[in-house]
């Protein structure tokens, strides 16, 4: 089976997502394997940096995993950026959110099972 080994997120700015990013997930940024075109965040399983792009392009669509959707919409707005109403399925509880520089992704909690 083929996995996901690494990804990067494309951001118009870096240090700005720096921020909202270390803020909202408490992640660090490896500073010795990251430039000024990217920032590689320390110890991700699968490893995943940001990328920064002249212009915002949203094909894929990331989810991130957490504990608790509806605590983290709300820090998404604190933070700056935008939230949908969460929704639940099967699989969990999900909601698309937006970065402080519009970029998209998701967060969800999984049911049970998942």
Same mark, same amino acid.
């Given at each position: ?22 803020? +909202?997930? &408490? ?6 394997? $990251? ?5 590689? #965040?320390?110890?991700? !399983? ?32 604190? +933070?700056? &950026? ?6 639940? $399925? ?5 909601? #698309?959110?937006?970065? !402080? ?14």
């Amino acid at each position: 089976m083929v996995q996901l080994g690494y990804f990067t997120v494309d951001t118009l700015d870096i240090g700005k997502a720096k921020v909202f990013y270390g803020a +909202l997930f &408490g992640w660090r940024f490896d500073e010795a394997a $990251s430039g000024p075109t990217y920032a590689h #965040v320390a110890d991700s !399983d699968p490893a995943f940096g940001f990328t920064k792009v002249e212009r915002a392009k949203d094909f894929s669509h990331l989810y991130f995993r957490v504990e608790d959707v509806d605590a983290l919409c709300a820090r998404v707005v604190e +933070l700056g &950026g935008k939230a949908a109403i969460p929704s639940d $399925s099967p699989s969990g509880r999900s909601v #698309v959110v937006c970065d !402080d520089q519009g970029i998209s992704f998701s967060l969800w909690s999984p049911a049970a099972g998942y």
